[in-house]
């Protein structure tokens, strides 16, 4: 059954930058992504203290949900939780990547890696949203190796130090909005969404 696609998606983020890749990565098929916050301003959750990303994004739409779902008129509704997960380190910082970012930062992964061969990591972003009826999820990964040289100015917290296996050797940070809406785990994650709900794909 070929499904209807949403015009517009609102979207529970403070994260800027999550929310123009988004837009960018849903703008081929005309859907509209819109803050959360558009219609509902003071929204607090609790995070999670899951021990992946798809059990944090699937708490995280439950208590949206269950706040706003009489003003979101029928509309849809995300929610995505993401990290970073350095092969050497075990997976680390993982569900911990914002918390992790904020305290010892970029430095601090660089300094764990530093002695390590292997600079193997991935990106992986959990979106659960909400249909109007049902709670879907739907992950995506950006398979990618960690640089211990902090390149480029764009995007935000890890990618002045990840360069995509699928890119030409620059830094998430050294591209356009553009190029690494077209290689990120947040896209992948998206196009598996299109492709969940058998509407006409990316
Ligand atoms: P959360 O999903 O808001 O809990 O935050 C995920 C954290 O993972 C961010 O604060 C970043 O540190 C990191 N992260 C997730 N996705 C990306 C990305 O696309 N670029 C850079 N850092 C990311």
Redesign the pocket.
Known sequence: MLRKKPEQIFFH???E??LD?ASQAMSELQIKIRSLKEISSSISVV?PQGEN?AH?AHSKIMQVLDLVEDELNGNWLMV?????FVDALGGF?G?Y??Y???TVGIEGIVKLLEENKDKSAR?I?SISFWDGERIHSVQGH?KGRISLESRGDS?????PI?IPEAGDGRT?SEMTLLE?TAL???TMALKMMVEKLNFPSM
Do not use: M
């Not at 995505?80 to 970073?84: R, V």
């Open positions: 983020t403070g994260n930058h999550k890749e995070e990303c944090v995505e939780d993401s990290g970073l910082p569900v990547s914002s992790v970012h904020s990106y972003s950006c995007g935000f917290g890890y990618d990840f998430f690494k990120s785990h947040r």
